[in-house]
């Protein structure tokens, strides 16, 4: 199993549109969530972090499951500009030495 | 604030060549990496470093070297360049392993 699983997508949504994404991980020891955004040809960039309780930013509400190991993310009230693709990241928490792991990235297209 | 800064943002070079990748940030973060980003494989860990004068492999070292001699820069070095490195190189910088990392604007590479 991958450490951070995603689906590729892509989702296409109208605008208006409500829209999530899951991500699975498979460390059950995983301490520090993250989703990232990242536009075509651009570096990533932090959209928000994850907390236990879940958490909000406006239109986006990050959630997280650790009994089923999967986070979430809900954008609400789609606008074009959230097109983009969205990365799941999870700490390894592990001796290997790494740190992060970046999921391959779910493609979202937002449509008029 | 420059954040992290990478050059060159592009660079073609010939097999066999070497070169020297620039990453710098003025965050005062202790732990910076490399990743390189290639279609449908998402960002991949080459190298990294938890401080001056420490560093260590990632997923993909083989063919890179790293060092890292100030907190400030952290240099990503190909020995002997082959097609196969072709690839979106980004360095990403935090103030620690499991904290949101901050990328540069990437550095595309061509090996022909």
């Known amino acids: 199993r991958k450490e951070v699983e995603q689906d590729p997508g892509p989702f296409n949504v109208p605008e208006g549109a409500t829209v999530a994404f899951n991500c699975t991980y498979s460390n059950s020891a995983s301490q520090s969530f993250f989703w990232y955004r990242q536009d075509c040809r651009k570096e990533p960039k932090l959209l928000m972090s994850v907390y236990s309780s879940g958490n909000e930013d406006g239109r986006f509400t990050a959630q997280l499951n650790r009994a089923s190991q999967y986070i979430s993310l809900l954008i609400r009230d789609s606008k074009l500009s959230d097109s983009a693709t969205y990365l799941c990241v999870v700490d390894t928490n592990s001796n290997s030495g790494y740190a992060l792991n970046f999921g391959k990235g779910t493609s979202l297209l937002v449509t008029p | 604030n420059a954040g992290v800064t990478q050059t060159p943002k592009f660079q073609v070079l010939k097999t066999g060549q070497s070169m020297t990748l620039q990453c710098a940030q003025d965050m005062n973060h202790e732990y910076m990496s490399w990743y390189r980003q290639d279609p449908g494989m998402g960002l991949r860990l080459i190298h990294y470093s938890v401080g001056a004068g420490i560093t260590d492999q990632g997923e993909v070292p083989n063919g890179y070297n790293v060092s890292r001699s100030t907190t400030e820069d952290f240099p990503l070095r190909l020995l002997s360049a082959a097609p196969s490195q072709t690839s979106v190189y980004f360095c990403?910088?935090?103030?620690?392993?499991?904290?949101?990392?901050?990328f540069g604007d990437g550095t595309r590479l061509s090996i022909l």
């Open positions: 990403a910088s935090s103030y620690g392993a499991t904290q949101p990392q901050h």
